[in-house]
Nanobody
Framework: QVQLVESGGGLVQAGGSLRLSCAAS????????MGWYRQAPGKERELVAV???????NYADSVKGRFTISKDNAKNTVSLQMNSLEPEDTAVYYC????????WGQGTQVTVSS
């Protein structure tokens, strides 16, 4: 059974940094894409960043230049380095991985205080 486990969320002041990590277990294959979504209270879940098996990346406009996604294919992990955090980045961040279907992590809370 595939499981995605996130870590690294927390409370940070505006302008600060956090690094989220997501480790996949229970798999024998590599994912086609991995990435992060987030959902703020009262808002729809939105894509934050994605990285393909070929290391192509894509970011939401709101995080370009501030967030960096990276992965370790051998370990099936994906990370999100978040710099210059803003209160608007406050949300639950969900890791996802896709190959034939989409797998989701349980989510980790990121809170940015002003």
């Amino acid at each position: 059974q595939v499981q995605l486990v996130e870590s690294g969320g927390g409370l940070v002041q505006a302008g600060g940094s956090l690094r989220l990590s997501c480790a996949a277990s229970g798999i024998i294959f590599s994912f086609n894409t991995m990435g992060w979504y987030r959902q703020a209270p009262g808002k729809e879940r939105e894509l934050v960043a994605v990285i393909t098996s070929g290391s192509m990346t894509n970011y939401a406009d709101s995080v370009k230049g501030r967030f960096t996604i990276s992965k370790d294919n051998a370990k099936n992990t994906v990370s999100l380095q978040m710099n210059s955090l803003e209160p608007e980045d406050t949300a639950v961040y969900y890791c996802y991985a896709a190959r034939g279907r989409i797998y989701w992590g349980q989510g980790t809370q990121v809170t940015v205080s002003s």
